[in-house]
């Protein structure tokens, strides 16, 4: 028997655009001492680039201009950390899964019939927790939108939506 294996490997566009882009949390410059504390920090930095020379190359001078406001937002806003999504697949699930493999092994190793037996109840409480959990996590998320559209949380109301759609 005779077989062609052909293997691709590819990036995906949305994984490589995430990648390099540094963002900031802008939320907190809602609050009045964050952007006090900017403002202080911007201002600071660009006194300190006025004393530069008219001679120098204009790529330079943007580059430094471009820095120093990356670093002050970066020192007084902090990075955007992405929420990572909300699943419903945790530890415990991870212990039914580990059972069900091992239960798995035993019935390989061993194929008699009450290692069959095991196996089937196995599988049947994992698939039995699974979908418990997918059913808890999806009622707190039409809970969560629930909310938000009574608080009228549009932004939340919609991003939640756009999670939840996928």
């Not at 806003?77 to 697949?89: A, I, P």
């Not at 999806?138 to 109301?157: M, W």
Request: hydrophobic letters at 30%.
């Amino acid at each position: 028997m005779v077989a062609k294996v052909k293997k691709r490997m590819t990036v995906s566009k949305q994984a490589a655009k995430k990648s390099d882009v540094e963002r900031f949390n802008r939320r907190k410059l809602s609050a009045l001492e964050v952007r006090k504390q900017y403002q202080i920090e911007i201002t600071n930095r660009f006194a300190a680039l006025e004393n530069l020379n008219d001679s120098e190359d204009i790529k330079r001078v943007w580059e430094n201009i471009k820095e120093n406001i990356k670093t002050s937002a970066k020192d007084s806003l902090g990075l955007y950390e992405l929420k990572r999504q909300k699943s419903w697949f945790d530890d415990e699930c991870l212990q039914f899964l580990d059972q069900r493999k091992q239960a798995k092994v035993q019935w390989v190793q061993d194929p008699n019939q009450s290692n069959v037996d095991n196996l089937n109840n196995r599988r049947h409480e994992a698939s039995r927790h699974f979908s418990n959990k997918n059913k808890e996590y999806l009622k707190a998320t039409i809970d969560e939108l629930e909310t938000n559209s009574k608080i009228k949380g549009i932004r939340d109301l919609y991003k939640c939506i756009n999670d939840f759609k996928k």
